[in-house]
């Protein structure tokens, strides 16, 4: 080896150190893993290439021509997960923080702009202190850089997010443009302004998790998607996810009697009682290959599931209506949930499976003052766009607007089942009973008796999917036992499929 080769490794290595061993020691005290590591952890072995490895910054203001800052505290590059091409940047807390300045910026805009080119998935690891305050507006024209890049490559390819450290003031809006966030906890903070600030401001005192944490952005914000123990659980579930979106269209295996089963527990699912709750969980696993559902949002909104799973080892996104919470009726925030997911799934073209058991709307003045209108558009219009295979399933309640709203034929459901205690209607019988009968139900001798009369007879009428199938409305009304093969069948038909649509720049989604 010669000596310049020599120093070329020397000067390789040095700077992978990054901000040295004490600023390593210290990252990892906080129960965090370095930049690379968290690379390692990521890619298959030995398979990430670093890009712009050599990149410094060039602020010399505020002392700055005196710090050396190796790789300019970020990571870039490319390499394989599960066999497929990934481009990813990981911040390196270790070097100033973190912090982004001109160059770290264009570090991540060329990643980006490289992902784009190859049609590639892009993963970007957050662990920054913000923008370098020394570099000014430069640093802040970086965000515009990246933020512009991640609307380009919206619905182009999936952008990941891992938020392991902070992710604080405008750095925020990358992961909110992005398709999929993941958090761990403990050590994920995301916030547009910190506690300090907040005290200063406001007098209010909250700790960086309360604020921001993991827990927060899962179950309250819904800024998040998914929350981790640990980044190693956080890692396998991107790898797993990256699998999911990359692999929609495996190779169809053989049909066994594993794919084809007729699972008779799902013939008693749903209980005899119309007020009974059950989980809608147990109706995915009936479907799902091997019983697996890797859950979206699953702490947010969890009146509706979705989600994704193999339907002969081909993936489909799920939207459920989950009866065991708020009996499944659609409010404002299970309405934004599963519009994201729907447009997400089509933008990747990932057919979606709807499975329907849903009262109505949740009624209320909060629901109302909050924008329930606007917000529960926001479902029919993803459902409407979305051109991917559609295939619904009536599990029992299928009510009024929320009828419509849940993939029906009307709002472009290519396939339409029904199990035979499905309920379709415009509201329930006791509702519609008092309403049609009013009169006579006033001026009975006795009115309870006359009530439970007319509310027998209008259950035996329209509480049925009989009266829908005869319309057209359903396909088929199934048992319940033969809904995996059903929908399995109506996937394949669908294979195919393309549609029409009118030429126009975008539409204008309610908001």
């Not at 300090?196 to 993991?214: F, N």
Request: aromatic content about 8%; charged content about 25%.
């Amino acid at each position: 080896m010669t000596r310049e080769q020599r120093e070329l490794l020397e000067i390789k290595e040095k700077i992978r150190m990054g901000g040295g061993n004490k600023a390593v020691e210290k990252q990892r005290g906080l129960g965090k893993h370095t930049a690379r590591e968290r690379l390692e952890m990521l890619f298959d072995k030995g398979t990430f290439v670093e890009t712009g490895l050599f990149v410094k910054h060039h602020a010399s203001a505020f002392g700055m021509e005196s710090k050396t800052a190796p790789a300019d505290g970020v990571v870039t590059g490319h390499g394989y997960v599960q066999g497929h091409l990934v481009y990813a940047y990981s911040q390196d807390f270790t070097v100033l923080g973190g912090t982004l300045g001109e160059m770290h910026a264009n570090k991540i805009a060329a990643v980006q702009e490289e992902a784009l080119k190859t049609k590639s998935p892009i993963v970007a690891i957050n662990d920054s202190g913000g923008a370098r305050i020394q570099e000014g507006v430069n640093a802040l024209g970086g965000y515009g850089k990246i933020f512009i890049n991640n609307v380009r490559s919206s619905g182009v390819i999936p952008q990941i997010c891992a938020i392991l450290g902070p992710c604080a003031g405008g750095a925020v809006y990358s992961p909110a443009l992005m398709d999929f966030v993941f958090m761990v906890d403990g050590i994920s903070q995301m916030f547009i302004t910190g506690p300090r600030v907040l005290k200063e401001v406001t007098g209010e005192v909250v700790s960086s998790q309360d604020l921001g944490g993991a827990k927060i952005h899962n179950e309250i914000s819904g800024c998040a998607h998914f929350r981790d123990r640990t980044e190693e659980d956080c890692f396998g579930r991107i790898r797993k996810l990256i699998e999911l979106l990359s692999e929609q269209k495996l190779p169809e295996r053989k049909e066994g009697e594993q794919e084809l089963r007729r699972d008779q527990n799902m013939d008693y699912i749903v209980p005899a009682n119309p007020r009974k709750p059950y989980s809608m969980r147990s109706v995915i696993d009936g479907i799902a290959d091997r019983g697996e559902f890797f859950e979206y949002q699953e702490e947010f909104a969890r009146n509706i599931r979705t989600g994704f799973i193999r339907l002969n080892g081909r993936s489909v996104g799920v939207i459920a209506n989950e009866p065991s919470i708020l009996a499944g009726c659609l409010d404002i925030n299970a309405s934004d949930k599963a519009a994201r997911f729907i447009r997400t799934c089509d933008a990747f073209g990932i057919p979606l499976l709807t499975l329907e058991d849903v009262p109505g709307y949740l009624p209320g003045k909060s629901q109302e003052y909050g924008g329930i209108i606007r917000h529960g558009a926001k479902l029919l219009y993803a459902y409407a766009e979305a051109d991917v295979p559609k295939v619904t399933v009536i599990t029992r309640k299928a009510y009024g607007g929320a009828y419509i709203g849940m993939c029906s034929i009307h709002l472009g459901a290519d396939y339409v089942f029904a199990w035979p205690g499905a309920e379709i209607a415009v509201m329930g019988a006791e509702g519609a009973a008092n309403i049609i009968f009013a009169k006579e139900i006033e001026q009975g001798e006795n009115a309870e008796a006359k009530r439970k009369e007319y509310i027998h007879q209008y259950e035996e009428i329209m509480m049925n999917p009989y009266m829908a199938a005869e319309s057209g409305y359903i396909h088929d009304i199934i048992v319940p036992g033969e809904t995996r093969k059903r929908v399995m069948e109506a996937f394949r038909a669908l294979e195919q499929k393309t549609e029409q649509r009118i030429p126009k720049k975008h539409g204008n989604i309610p908001l």
